[in-house]
Structures are given as C-alpha cells and as structure tokens.
T-cell receptor, first 111, second 112 residues
Framework: KQEVTQIPAALSVPEGENLVLNCSFTDSAIYNLQWFRQDPGKGLTSLLLIQSSQREQTSGRLNASLDKSSGRSTLYIAASQPGDSATYLCAVNSGYSTLTFGKGTMLLVSP | NAGVTQTPKFRVLKTGQSMTLLCAQDMNHEYMYWYRQDPGMGLRLIHYSVGEGTTAKGEVPDGYNVSRLKKQNFLLGLESAAPSQTSVYFC???????????FGSGTRLTVV
C-alpha cells in the first residue's frame, strides 16, 4: 500500500525567504506526483504535476523535483509572499486511477 | 465557470439519519471521486467512478454508498449517519485517472 509522508507538518517563515517542502512515498512504482494547494475552508487547487519520467517541473516561483528511485519529491518556493500562506499537499498516482495524498504542510508567510 | 459543484456546503445530522451529498461537474470528465478530510488524517478516498454507471471502493468505503447514473453527477449517500462520519467531504473529477483533478469546495458534515 502506497504511503505518502510530508515534512514538516507546519512551517512559518518571514516574507522573502526561499523555502522547501518535502514529500516522500514508499512505493517508487508511480505514474506521476502532484502538488496541490489548499486555502482554509476551500478545495484543492492543482499546482504542478511531474510525470514519472521527469525530474522537475516549474511554474512561476514554484519548482517541484522528483527522485523516483529514492521515493522523494521537493517543492521549492522562491521569494515567498504572504499570499503563499496555505496548506500544500503532495499526492502520488500509483496507477490505480486514483491519488494517494500526504497529510500536507501548513505554510504561514508573515509580512 | 462552474467546474465541480458540491451541495450542500454545510449540514448537521443526528445519529442514524440519512442524507445524500451531490457532486456535479460540467467538464465532461470520465472520472469522479469522493474524499473525506479529517484533522491529522489527510485526504482519504471513499469511493470513485471511472465512468457513467460504474463505481469502485476506495480506502474508507464502509458506511457510504455511491451512484453515478449520469456522467456529470456523482452522489454520496450515508444510510445511517454516525459521529465518526463527521468530516469535510470533497468531490473531485478528472479527465483521466490520476490526471487533471478539479476539486469542489467541500461539504462540512457534522453528525451529533
């Protein structure tokens, strides 16, 4: 059974810092890995999708990397802003038409 | 600009009551999912559907039933609600299994 772990569970940084969120998964036989953002009281918004054959994906200030063999992914956020405050979730597609989610990292960026 | 719509947004039930949560999508997606989100447990898959008329069990299906009679709708039923079913329920749809997810805004259900 695939298990996804996210570290840290919570993170607080001042505005402008670069930061890294970590995700690990137990079964390296994946199709893709995805990062989502969830604002309080809202649904999830897709941020980045990395195919199993890719090493990284970038969107604006976000960069996600994937090391499938070691079962790890990182989400790098450059020059953080208060508007980046949210919970970030990592999810893995292991080929069963569904995603397995981590518990998320709650990020607070203070002005 | 609707995407995935969940109704209702909030509901309080008494133990033993039944209810149905409705999820509707207007993107012609084949796949639809129901998740529950609990503090410290993350998102867990309840049931999902790979097309009209199909349903499948997820990680935590007990106490729930689902139906996908129309492609655009996915219903989640609680036949006899229990306090352990207090949670936030999210519906999602995707054009392909594991790709291109769009989530609804959630239903907050409290069972007393």
């Amino acid at each position: 059974k695939q298990e996804v772990t996210q570290i840290p569970a919570a993170l607080s940084v001042p505005e402008g810092e670069n930061l890294v969120l970590n995700c690990s998964f137990t079964d390296s036989a994946i199709y893709n890995l995805q990062w989502f953002r969830q604002d309080p009281g809202k649904g999830l918004t897709s941020l980045l999708l990395i195919q199993s054959s890719q090493r990284e994906q970038t969107s604006g200030r976000l960069n996600a990397s994937l090391d499938k063999s070691s079962g790890r992914s990182t989400l790098y956020i450059a020059a953080s802003q208060p508007g980046d405050s949210a919970t970030y979730l990592c999810a893995v597609n292991s080929g069963y038409s569904t995603l397995t989610f981590g518990k998320g990292t709650m990020l607070l960026v203070s002005p | 600009n609707a995407g995935v719509t969940q109704t209702p947004k909030f509901r309080v039930l008494k133990t033993g009551q039944s209810m149905t949560l409705l999820c509707a999508q207007d993107m012609n997606h084949e796949y639809m999912y129901w998740y529950r989100q609990d503090p410290g447990m993350g998102l867990r898959l309840i049931h999902y559907s790979v097309g009209e008329g199909t349903t499948a069990k997820g990680e935590v299906p007990d106490g729930y039933n689902v139906s996908r009679l129309k492609k655009q709708n996915f219903l989640l039923g609680l036949e006899s609600a229990a306090p352990s079913q207090t949670s936030v329920y999210f519906c999602a749809s995707s054009y392909e299994g594991g790709y291109g997810y769009t989530f609804g805004s959630g239903t907050r259900l409290t069972v007393v």
